[in-house]
């Protein structure tokens, strides 16, 4: 399956983005899908990550309350809602896909898949 993300930008703190994620392949539905960020200088994190049917959810703390992970499967698109969002959120925003691991699925080695990434810049 190919990834291509979208929807990154500049916004200010308190501010809103919805990242989207668009799959190629017909079998996009069988696959968990998950958010990843990497701020400059530091390693690659997890944000959030979503079954294959879209009922359950998983996210990390500092995404909590702020972040909604959803998938369209009848679109082969997943998206990422970030809402109230803070300067330490500034990173560049990876898809990812996978058939692997246990849920919730949080470790980037355990994904096969990978969008190009979607820079989000928030100032403050």
């Known amino acids: 399956v190919q990834l291509q993300a979208s929807g990154g930008g500049l916004v200010q703190a308190g501010g809103s983005l919805r990242l989207s994620c668009a799959a190629s392949?017909?079998?996009?539905?069988?696959?968990?899908l998950g958010w990843f960020r990497q701020a400059p200088g530091k390693e690659q994190e997890f944000v959030a990550t979503i079954s294959w049917s879209g009922d359950v959810t998983y996210y990390v703390d500092s995404a909590k309350g702020r972040f909604t992970i959803s998938r369209d499967n009848a679109k082969n698109t997943v998206y990422l809602q970030m809402n109230s969002l803070k300067p330490e959120d500034t990173a560049v925003y990876y898809c990812a896909a996978t058939m692997r691991g246990r849920w919730p699925t949080r470790k980037a080695d355990e994904y096969d898949y990978w969008g190009q990434g979607t820079q989000v810049t928030v100032s403050s």
């Open positions: 392949g017909r079998t996009f539905g069988a696959y968990r």
